[in-house]
């Protein structure tokens, strides 16, 4: 298939065993459908690519209801992904878990988990200041953050308490272990960024690396 990726949902983690009796956790994801909803050529946009669309919806405001005339349909989610031809793709045109088969090696993109206002313990891994001596308030304490007389000032990204979480998130090189273009499944071995039912983008690993300058 020319499509680089599709858009799809995060139902959860499970084992799967193989038939010498190893076991691999895998995350198990809903692929599809997606239906093709733009078609992005070097004429009309300079680059090449298609849209495609996920989880139907009935009612959208208008200037998407617009947009999505050419298919007559109405997603609530729509995100574009490279295409190696676009003449092999139609407006319409259904993407499922077909598109990845077992073995294959693809990116997951997510939105992690939100963790809200953390220290630095928990956001960083920081071991805390002494627990003797009197010190009885320094078990999670960041310690010094200054630099001295010179600069005389904090370190512009140093690394403190803070918002943890919710941020775009890619886990790189993971293995699809099944596809099950039936029931629109895919297992993924390893973890996937985000919660349950949250939206996640799979491409073919390396589709997105920039060429060498």
């Keep these: 298939?020319?499509?680089?990726?599709?858009?799809?949902?995060?139902?959860?983690?499970?084992?799967m065993f193989h038939e010498d009796g190893r076991s691999d956790d895998v995350t198990v994801v809903q692929a599809g459908p997606c239906i093709v909803t733009q078609v992005k050529t070097p004429d009309s946009d300079g680059y090449t690519g298609v849209q495609l669309?996920?989880?139907?919806?009935?009612?959208?405001n208008?200037?998407?209801?617009?947009?999505?005339s050419s298919v007559d349909k109405l997603f609530r989610h729509l995100r574009e992904f490279g295409v190696d031809d676009p003449s092999d793709v139609e407006v319409g045109?259904?993407?499922?878990?077909?598109?990845?088969?077992?073995?294959?090696?693809?990116d997951a993109t997510g939105t992690s988990k939100g963790r809200g206002f953390q220290g630095g313990v928990k956001r960083w891994g920081f071991s805390g200041g002494p627990k003797t001596h009197g010190q009885s308030d320094r078990h999670r304490a960041p310690g010094s953050?200054?630099?001295?007389?010179?600069?005389?000032?904090?370190?512009?990204?140093?690394?403190?308490a803070g918002h943890m979480g919710n941020a775009r998130i890619t886990t790189r090189n993971l293995e699809v272990v099944a596809s099950d273009p039936e029931r629109n499944l895919m297992f993924i071995k390893g973890s996937v960024?985000?919660?349950?039912?949250s939206i996640v983008l799979l491409r073919r690993a390396g589709s997105r690396k920039r060429p060498l300058k």
């Design 93 to 106: 045109q259904e993407i499922n878990a077909e598109l990845f088969e077992a073995g294959d090696k693809i």
């Design 1 to 15: 298939m020319a499509i680089h990726g599709l858009i799809a949902k995060k139902i959860g983690t499970t084992q």
């Design 62 to 68: 208008k200037p998407r209801q617009g947009h999505l």
């Design 53 to 60: 669309g996920f989880q139907e919806v009935r009612k959208l």
């Design 145 to 160: 953050i200054g630099a001295g007389s010179s600069p005389g000032h904090v370190i512009k990204g140093l690394k403190m």
């Design 193 to 197: 960024p985000g919660g349950r039912n």
